[in-house]
């Protein structure tokens, strides 16, 4: 059974700098793409940004210039690094692991870490 871990969240003041963390229970090399969501209340989980096995990036027009995403392959780990962080930025953030086969796409979540943005 797939397991992904996400940790690293934080009650962060504007400005700020954070970093999270996904640990997968089975190599990431098994999935075509790992990716970071966030959610806020009320509204539906949006992609931040997403890695792909051959390590090419996307990230959401907001994000961009302040996110890093990147993987340790060896440790089966996906981080998102945020600078600048603004309090729009608030949002449970998710990780994601996504594989096809036989043009069946697969997707597992990991239970989520808060990021808050505030003064």
């Known amino acids: 059974q797939v397991q992904l871990m996400e940790s690293g969240g934080a009650l962060v003041q504007p400005g700020e700098s954070l970093t999270l963390s996904c640990a997968a229970s089975?190599?990431?090399?098994?999935?075509?793409?790992m990716a970071w969501y966030r959610q806020t209340s009320g509204k539906q989980r949006k992609l931040v940004a997403e890695?792909?096995?051959?390590?090419?990036?996307y990230y959401e027009d907001s994000v961009k210039g302040r996110f890093t995403i990147s993987r340790d392959n060896a440790k089966n780990t996906v981080y998102l690094q945020m600078t600048s962080l603004k309090p729009e930025d608030t949002a449970v953030f998710f990780c994601?692991?996504?594989?096809?086969?036989?043009?069946?796409?697969?997707?597992?979540w990991g239970q989520g870490t808060q990021v808050t943005v505030s003064s």
């Open positions: 994601n692991a996504k594989f096809w086969r036989a043009s069946q796409e697969y997707n597992f």
């Open positions: 089975i190599s990431i090399l098994d999935f075509n793409t």
């Open positions: 890695i792909s096995r051959g390590g090419s990036p």
